[in-house]
């Protein structure tokens, strides 16, 4: 079993949607949770990162995250054509002094229609 | 533009042969990662560097991957004797480093084609 499942996908929304990606772990020592939108054949691009559980705000993404339940979330608002990528999730624990290698869901295609 | 920049970006080869990829990572960054995707899944971690000291290395590193990053600056990653299963994106990310947490951002990737 991975540490961190995600729903590949592909997901197919109308423009103007609001669009929920999700992700669920199993490594209690996750503590710092990203979410990243990768375009085809680019590298990953840092949308947000949260430490604490609840929700954090920027623009027309929320990120949501439920350390209870191992759960956290990517919600797009208004959702246009230009979100059409790749959603990854990536977690790591906090090392004081050492790297933080992230551990990736397999990601979430997102398709989003006119 | 003062983002990590990976050369090449594509890399087509035929087995056997050896390879050798850079990246630099954003000025002032002292921890640089190296990661794999496949088609269809999320990055895999490799290796990472504290400026030019290699401190962690995943077991997916073969004993053919060798990695530097020589005074803290750039780093090579190199693929010897390589097999069709390297075919992959490798992406670099570099990080600031301490804090709580370790922001990562990521290069274009150099995508590697083995025949």
């Known amino acids: 079993q991975k540490e961190v499942e995600q729903d590949p996908g592909p997901l197919s929304v109308p423009e103007g949607a609001i669009v929920s990606l999700n992700c669920t772990y199993s490594n209690s020592a996750f503590q710092y949770f990203m979410w990243y939108r990768q375009y085809s054949r680019k590298g990953p691009e840092l949308l947000m990162y949260t430490y604490s559980s609840g929700n954090k705000e920027d623009g027309r993404f929320t990120a949501q995250v439920d350390k209870s339940s191992k759960y956290i979330s990517l919600f797009i608002r208004d959702s246009q054509p230009s979100d059409s990528a790749t959603y990854l999730c990536?977690?790591?624990?906090?090392?004081?002094?050492?790297?933080?290698?992230?551990?990736f869901g397999t990601g979430t295609q997102l398709k989003v229609e006119l | 533009d003062t983002g990590v920049s990976q050369d090449p970006r594509h890399k087509i080869t035929k087995r056997g042969q050896n390879v050798t990829f850079r990246c630099d990572p954003i000025s002032e960054h002292n921890r640089l990662y190296w990661y794999r995707q496949t088609l269809g899944q999320g990055p895999e971690f490799l290796t990472y560097?504290?400026?030019?000291?290699?401190?962690?290395k995943s077991r997916l590193l073969s004993d053919r991957f060798s990695a530097e990053r020589p005074k803290g600056s750039f780093s090579t990653l190199e693929i010897q004797r390589t097999e069709q299963g390297d075919s992959a994106m490798y992406l670099c990310?570099?990080?600031?480093?301490?804090?709580?947490?370790?922001?990562?951002?990521f290069g274009p990737g150099t995508r590697l084609t083995v025949l």
């Open positions: 990536a977690m790591s624990p906090i090392l004081t002094g050492g790297g933080n290698k992230l551990t």
């Open positions: 560097f504290q400026n030019e000291a290699q401190l962690e």
């Open positions: 990310a570099s990080s600031r480093g301490g804090g709580r947490g370790d922001t990562q951002y």
